[in-house]
Nanobody, 117 residues
């Protein structure tokens, strides 16, 4: 049974920092492209960043230079380092796993991130 569990969300001030984690189980982690998505109230879910098993990364323009995605294949865990967050980054952040060949995907339950002073 595949499980993705996010943690690390909360309230952060603009310009601060926060790190999200996604711990996975029940899957061969290294053969999945992992990604962070977010959904703000009244908006569609959007991709924030993703990373292949080999470490190739891709970012939404809105977070380039501020957020960093990484993964530890030995720990079956993915991270999102959020530096200099802005109020518009406020959303529920979801972890996603997508098989590199079949594109079968899984989602975590989400973690709320609120950027506010």
């Amino acid at each position: 049974q595949v499980q993705l569990v996010e943690s690390g969300g909360g309230l952060v001030q603009p310009g601060g920092s926060l790190r999200l984690s996604c711990v996975t189980s029940g899957m061969s982690f290294s053969i999945y492209t992992m990604g962070w998505y977010r959904q703000a109230p009244g908006k569609q879910r959007e991709m924030v960043a993703d990373i292949t098993g080999g470490g190739t990364t891709n970012y939404a323009d809105s977070v380039k230079g501020r957020f960093t995605i990484s993964r530890d294949n030995a720990k079956n865990t993915m991270y999102l380092q959020m530096d200099r967050p802005k109020p518009e980054d406020t959303a529920v952040y979801y972890c996603n796993a997508r098989h590199r060949s079949t594109f079968l995907g899984y989602w975590g339950q989400g973690t709320q991130v609120t950027v506010s002073s």
